[in-house]
């Protein structure tokens, strides 16, 4: 009930709020090969983005961290980034602030006939870690595995590399297990990997209370406050964008070309884990748990990933969108 109040509250700021006249503009930094243009192909395709009266402007970037320089520099109004990253640009004096994109997370990933049954059994084994050594996923394992005594970082020999890397030596058979980026999971499950675990498995013992975005939306807050209604209709539209891509398949028509295969298991993998990572809970619950993993990442991974702060940062989650 709680999601179709937001999906009915949103959808009404859309309905009602669209101006009549000229388009607003948004301008996007948006990654050439990541799923925020998925997204961009389904909004267009139904042609949300004009029942919502914006105009986006796309930049095609390589990499997330092209987008955080356009941010900074002041070329781009909406990026995709993590709340962590948002947090610790807070502190530094850059006020911008997150609203959820996705909970999709990494998995640790094994070959179908691995001997090995839990995480545990990743003690004494090498293990490939994409994202390097303060990875976000890589650090709540650690401090997951902790809990039970084992220091993975001693206990098993670790190897980190590029994602795309990782994937392609996983399939090589060069390591025991890897731990990945959630789309590049989903390239080996296609493939016959099995989860060994997937990382918002271990939240709960972690502390978390569900499924936390950790993927969002990021702007500047007094941009967004001077387009407070331009805003409320971009969420409005994604949301609506979400819904399309978790209830019709024919929608993923559209997406299809931009995942890079042709491979039916391969989309079907992709088209299920996208949907199992769309935010479907309050901003008041995603900031709760945010907080709560945020201190554990503060005190595995320390000052070179968080900063000088110990605490998530007030004002990281924006809280202006109606039904939230």
């Given at each position: 009930m ?17 101006p ?22 389904a909004?267009?395709?139904a ?20 987008g ?5 520099a ?11 990253w ?11 602030t ?26 004494g084994?090498?293990?490939?870690v ?15 595995m ?11 020999t670790?190897?980190?590399?590029a ?75 994604t ?44 901003i ?39 039904g939230?």
């Open positions: 709680r999601v179709l109040a937001r999906i009915s509250a949103l959808a009404t700021v859309l309905a009602l709020t669209a009549a006249g000229a388009a607003d503009t948004i301008r996007l930094a948006v990654q050439k090969t990541g799923t925020f243009s998925w997204e961009l192909a909004i267009r395709s042609g949300l983005d004009k029942e919502a009266g914006l105009s986006l402007e796309v930049t095609e970037l390589a990499s997330t961290e092209a955080k320089i356009a941010m900074r002041g070329s781009a109004d909406i990026i995709l980034s993590d709340w962590l948002v947090s610790r640009e807070r502190v530094l004096g850059a006020k911008l997150f609203y959820p994109y996705s909970s999709a997370l990494g998995a640790v990933m094994v070959p179908a006939n691995s001997p090995l049954q839990t995480l545990a059994d990743l003690k084994r090498k293990l490939a994409a994202g390097g050594a303060i990875d976000k996923s890589w650090l709540l394992l650690q401090a997951r902790k809990q039970d005594g084992i220091d993975l970082k001693s206990d098993a670790i190897v980190y590399g994602p795309p890397l990782i994937a392609a030596k996983a399939l090589d058979g060069e390591m025991d297990a890897s731990l990945n980026f959630w789309n590049f999971c989903a390239q080996l499950e296609a493939k016959g990997f099995r989860r060994l675990a997937g990382i918002e498995e271990i939240l709960p013992k972690l502390g978390a209370k569900g499924a936390v975005a950790a993927v969002g939306y990021v702007f500047d807050e007094s941009w967004a406050a001077r387009h407070k209604e331009a805003v409320a209709r971009f969420i409005a539209m949301r609506k964008a979400k819904e399309l891509l978790a209830t019709s398949d024919a929608a993923w028509d559209k997406v299809a070309p931009l995942t890079g295969t042709t491979d039916p298991a391969l989309l079907k993998t992709y088209r299920d884990r996208y949907r199992d990572g769309i935010p479907r809970r309050s008041d619950d995603e900031e709760k748990d945010a907080r709560v993993l945020y201190r554990v990442l503060a005190e595995i991974g320390g000052r070179d990933l968080v900063g000088p702060a110990a605490e998530l940062d007030p004002g990281t989650f924006y809280h202006a969108v109606p939230d």
